[in-house]
């Protein structure tokens, strides 16, 4: 414990220790302080990672703007990407530590948010009626920043704040303080990002969010809460959101385990765990899963211009993340990344800045996600002495996820996903005789659910390209070409909509074996002939059984757009064409032709449980099999 004595009397004689973190992860009875020195990286390859000894390495703190590194937009506040490189660790006591910790009461003054409610409430109905009902994407994160000054020292004040935090909050992912000379991080964060050990990627997504006043949590409303459609839905689509991230970095693809009730002291979420194997750098994961749909939206890219058009300022580490990198006994790489929310932003000068958001999706009400902002905030702000305190100890009250009820009703979210993704499928795991060897190409319309689709097409047998829109390479050369989803109106003129309903017109016209999904079929049935119409109500997250050619299917849809017909049947300008649609409104839920099908729903989503299933069904009309090898099903 001399260690942290020493930097608390560096800190009473008014002078800077130097770089530290204190660190302590879910369930451990010590905290881990690490010590080092600082530097800063351009990008997260240049992340310093000695391959020397076993043990945590680096601490990086990412920023948001990062994203960058994959093209996406956003606004530049340029915020350092800091790296710790750790050249001191010791486990301290956690009792040791709480007695060490400074106990002074954290004073702050002009504390404000810097969007009213008002303003915040406008914001969130412009993106549901603009972005969400134009077909710009399922859900979006909107932040606002609570600002303040702290009143005396500024680290002892983030010191005692950790303190408080160990103390009264429950269920955190990490606990901690980051100390780099420019700056210090506060914070109890309840979402893993990404981790990876032994090879193992896990990731952790988490939404929907219950509130409580920190005493007793009432367990019938929990209950009402877990069976309210948007809050189901909304933790569905970032699972759905953070698959697609796993299908790009696990060599197989991830595996879906869940869900459980995460309990916090003023709140309480829902989550799931992804896991799968991967071989890539652990800097690579970091980059390819640039950032959590929980604090961005979906899909991702589209989500970073939205981002960008209706937040007045950079995010700074807002849903960024901390990225402890190192080595185990055998020499390999881990990271360990939770994500930057629920989390203080102080400056040497004592500026305080802790950032919220709300996830917006089409059930969403602008009262309801001003409120959720405050809720959010509450722990981080009790601890600073900014709002109520919630009852101490981690262990002062009944824990409801071990109410039979409670489990059950975790238990029955799963009851209507796709159990594709609840098992391990590696590639060739459901290989068919018809479809193994041969080669597909799936051209991204922006949107990675083509990371879950290459995956599904892999364990039916395919050796699968996935290719952005944007590329000219010719594609005749596949067996099969997938023109997938992504965001925007198809009925417009932007550049991709071109491009891609060029390259529809290329395959129709060569009879190129062709399946278009989402996207992909509102553009394809606009070629037909087909008028496509704004719902009124977006399809946004949404899970229905539809008749597709005789036979009902359980799928998932994420649409705002849908062509429309008043017949089953089309002579178009490729031939006679077969259309599955809606009895009520006439909504084309698929269409198939002379080497040609398309399908406005997801089938790789976790919300298709017949996904795989109508997916054989269709390939194997656009790719005979050959005479005499008769292919089953395969039970997904």
């Known amino acids: 414990m001399h260690q942290l004595t020493d930097l608390l009397d560096t800190l009473t004689a008014g002078l800077d220790p130097g770089p530290f973190v204190l660190l302590r992860q879910d369930g451990a009875e010590h905290v881990d302080l690490f010590t080092g020195t600082v530097t800063t990286a351009d990008r997260l390859a240049d992340v310093p990672l000695p391959a020397a000894p076993t043990g945590p390495a680096t601490l990086a703190l990412v920023p948001y703007r990062q994203v960058t590194e994959r093209g996406f937009a956003c606004i530049d506040d340029g915020t350092p990407l800091e790296c710790l490189r750790i050249d001191g660790h010791h ?57 303040a000054r702290i009143q005396g020292a500024p680290l002892t004040a983030a010191l005692a704040a950790l303190r408080a935090l160990l103390i009264r909050e429950r269920g955190a992912y990490w606990t901690f303080v980051v100390h780099t000379g420019t700056r210090t991080l506060v914070g109890a964060s309840p979402e893993r990002h990404v981790s990876v050990d032994g090879g193992l990627v896990m990731m952790n997504p988490i939404s929907g969010t219950f509130r409580h006043t920190g005493a007793a949590a009432d367990r019938a409303a929990l209950l009402r809460f877990l069976a309210d459609p948007k809050e ?76 960008a058009r209706y937040e007045r300022t950079g995010r700074r580490y807002y849903s960024g993340v901390l990225a402890l990198l190192g080595h185990d006994e055998a020499g390999r790489q881990t990271l360990d990344a939770p994500i930057l929310i629920r989390t203080a932003e102080i400056s040497p000068t004592g500026e305080l800045r802790v950032a919220v958001g709300a996830t917006l999706v089409r059930h969403s009400t602008p009262a309801a996600e001003v409120a959720e902002t405050h809720a959010k905030a509450a722990g981080v702000l009790a601890a600073l002495g900014l709002g109520p305190q919630a009852p101490a100890g981690p262990h002062s009250s009944h824990r409801l996820a071990d109410d039979p009820q409670v489990r059950a009703a975790l238990a029955a979210r799963n009851a209507s996903l796709a159990r594709f993704w609840l098992e391990q499928r590696p590639p060739g795991a459901l290989a068919l005789p018809a479809f193994t060897g041969r080669r597909a190409v799936i051209v991204d319309g922006e949107d990675t659910f083509t990371g879950m689709l290459a995956h599904q097409l892999g364990a039916l047998g395919f050796s699968v390209t996935v290719r952005r829109w944007q590329d000219e390479q010719p594609v005749q050369a596949y ?14 003129g932007a550049e991709k909509m071109i491009r891609l309903r060029a390259l529809l017109t290329e395959l129709l016209d060569a009879g190129h074996p062709t399946l278009a999904v989402c996207l992909g079929h509102q553009l394809l049935a606009g070629l037909l002939g087909l008028p496509v119409h ?42 006679p064409v077969e259309l599955a649609r809606d009895e009520t409104d006439g909504a084309v839920h698929a269409l198939r032709g002379r080497r040609y099908a398309g399908v406005q729903f997801h089938p790789e989503s976790v919300l298709s449980p017949d996904g795989v ?24």
């Open 479 to 492: 067996d099969l070409v997938v023109v997938g989803p992504g965001p925007g109106d198809p009925t417009g």
């Open 613 to 636: 299933t109508v997916l054989t069904d269709l390939l194997r009309d656009l790719l005979p099999t050959p005479a005499g090898e008769l292919s089953p099903v395969p039970q997904a």
């Open 534 to 575: 704004r719902r009124d109500a977006p399809y946004q997250g949404l899970q229905r059984t539809v008749t597709l050619f005789g036979t009902p299917r359980r799928v998932g849809f994420y649409a705002t757009f849908t062509a429309r017909a008043t017949t089953d049947q089309l002579d178009g300008p490729y031939g």
């Open 91 to 147: 486990r301290l006591p956690l009792a040791d530590t709480l007695e060490a910790l400074p106990t002074t009461s954290v004073r702050t003054a002009d504390v404000a948010f810097d969007i009213s409610d008002d303003e915040y409430a406008a914001i969130v109905a412009r993106v549901l009626t603009e972005e969400i009902g134009h077909g710009e994407g399922a859900n979006f994160v909107i932040h606002r920043t609570l600002r």
């Open 232 to 307: 189901t839905e909304e933790l569905y689509m970032v699972l759905d959101e953070e698959l697609k991230m796993m299908a790009t970095v696990a060599d197989g693809g991830g595996q879906v385990v869940g869900p459980y009730l995460k309990e916090m002291s003023h709140l309480a979420h829902t989550e799931y765990l992804l896991a799968g194997r991967s071989s890539k750098d652990v800097r690579e994961v970091l980059r390819e899963t640039m950032f959590a749909p929980t604090v961005t939206g979906s899909p991702m890219e589209n989500a970073c211009r939205v981002i």
